[in-house]
T-cell receptor, first 114, second 117 residues
Framework: AQSVTQLDSQVPVFEEAPVELRCNYS??????LFWYVQYPNQGLQLLLK??????LVKGINGFEAEFNKSQTSFHLRKPSVHISDTAEYFC????????????FGAGTTVTVRA | GAVVSQHPSRVICKSGTSVKIECRSL??????MFWYRQFPKKSLMLMAT?????????EQGVEKDKFLINHASLTLSTLTVTSAHPEDSSFYIC?????????????FGPGTRLTVL
């Protein structure tokens, strides 16, 4: 079975400051990793994904994440946040042994203040 | 590309009535659709997976007679909440994936807010 732990439930941050959202996963097999963003009362939008290859993945809106197999982590970073980055962020894992179903973390609420 | 729509975006119904939610893939063939439920301030819980033309596969603890899923075509899946009760109030989100897309990636609809009075 695969599972995801998002270590921070809430992250307040000032505008133009950097932010890191932590995500750890557990799996005994190869996994695919994703970060999604959800704005209030909306569905999920994919920020970035890791399937294979380079462990540093760049996504939309200036976000990037690094896959670390030895630490089973996939932390999300942005060097300078905007007010518009205020949202809920979900880390998710899937893989070929569970029919590609997504298992989501509990989510991290990012609140950007001026 | 890869747009998924849901209808309605919001629905309020009386207890005991049934509500149908539609999920459509607008520009690709969705061989697989997923239905999720999200409680306030909580993560997404997978309810069921449906493949076009097949019966849906429900996750443990999800009542299949309560949440009827139909995936009759490659662009449409429906979720019907039968005899809805206030505890069924939630945000329901669908997602879709297709063979023509990379890796079985899921694309999410905007969600449907169900309120049962």
């Amino acid at each position: 079975a695969q599972s995801v732990t998002q270590l921070d439930s809430q992250v307040p941050v000032f505008e133009e400051a950097p932010v890191e959202l932590r995500c750890n996963y557990s799996s005994s097999v190869s996994v695919y990793l994703f970060w999604y963003v959800q704005y209030p009362n909306q569905g999920l939008q994919l920020l970035l994904k890791y399937l294979s290859g380079s462990t540093l993945v760049k996504g939309i809106n200036g976000f990037e994440a690094e896959f670390n197999k030895s630490q089973t982590s996939f932390h999300l970073r942005k060097p300078s946040v905007h007010i518009s980055d205020t949202a809920e962020y979900f880390c998710a894992v899937s893989g070929p042994y569970n029919d590609y179903k997504l298992s989501f973390g509990a989510g991290t609420t990012v609140t950007v203040r001026a | 590309g890869a747009v998924v729509s849901q209808h309605p975006s919001r629905v309020i119904c009386k207890s005991g009535t049934s509500v149908k939610i539609e999920c459509r893939s607008l520009d690709f063939q969705a061989t697989t659709m997923f239905w999720y439920r999200q409680f306030p301030k909580k993560s997404l819980m997978l309810m069921a997976t449906s493949n076009e033309g097949s019966k849906a596969t429900y996750e443990q603890g999800v009542e299949k007679d309560k949440f009827l899923i139909n995936h009759a075509s490659l662009t449409l899946s429906t979720l019907t909440v039968t005899s809805a009760h206030p505890e069924d109030s939630s945000f329901y989100i669908c997602s879709a994936s297709g063979r023509e897309l990379s890796y079985n990636e899921q694309f999410f609809g905007p969600g449907t807010r169900l309120t049962v009075l």
